[in-house]
């Protein structure tokens, strides 16, 4: 089974100041590329879901997917273009996270799928939080997100994983939670604290 792994890189980053979140430095290098260690190892490609210039995310060496239904606005159309992404390799799920998740647990890919291979979809949860974007998603499930954003204006990734029955996967919260992400100032000075204890 093939997995494609996809960073959804959109977001505008309003609370930072409109710097993009991806490239903010955490421990001396870029939030993402903490994403990509984590992430990389467990699937068999990996590719960056963004817009605009493409590259300034060229010292990765990764893929750089752009949005194709650019009406869109929200996280919905970074996984519509991944997923697309992932059918015209011919590659069986596709498993999505957000670009500001630095630390990701190297378990993510394998307790997704168990669900995903059953129920075609599976999201992660940790603590009393449901973190939608961080999901496996079949590729069969295409045509059926194209369906709902063209004809029943499905706009939400929250409202697409309900209709895709989307099976909710827990992690633990231990010593910080895994899908800690870095939406603030404040956020980036708890990541350094978090890294400082590991």
Do not use: C
């Amino acid at each position: 089974m093939k997995i494609i792994g996809a960073i959804i890189a959109g977001g505008r980053s309003s609370r930072m100041g409109g710097r993009e979140k991806a490239f903010l430095e955490l421990a001396s290098k870029p939030v993402i590329l903490h994403v990509i260690e984590q992430f990389e190892p467990q699937v068999d490609q990996l590719v960056i879901n963004a817009n605009g210039e493409p590259a300034r995310f060229s010292e990765f060496g990764l893929d750089v997917v752009p949005d194709v239904l650019t009406s869109l606005t929200t996280p919905l159309a970074g996984l519509h273009a991944a997923l697309k992404f992932t059918k015209s390799v011919e590659a069986d799920v596709l498993v999505t996270v957000p670009s500001d998740t630095p630390f990701l647990p190297f378990n993510l890919v394998s307790k997704l799928m168990a669900k995903a291979v059953v129920r075609g979809a599976a999201i992660a949860a940790s603590g009393d939080q449901v973190h939608y974007i961080i999901g496996a998603w079949k590729t069969e499930l295409l045509d059926d997100l194209e369906s709902a954003i063209a004809r029943d204006n499905l706009f939400r990734v929250k409202d697409w994983a309900h209709r895709a029955t989307a099976q909710k996967v827990e992690w633990p919260i231990k010593s910080h939670d895994p899908f800690f992400n870095v939406n603030a100032p404040e956020d980036l000075r708890n990541a350094e604290q978090i890294l400082g204890a590991a």
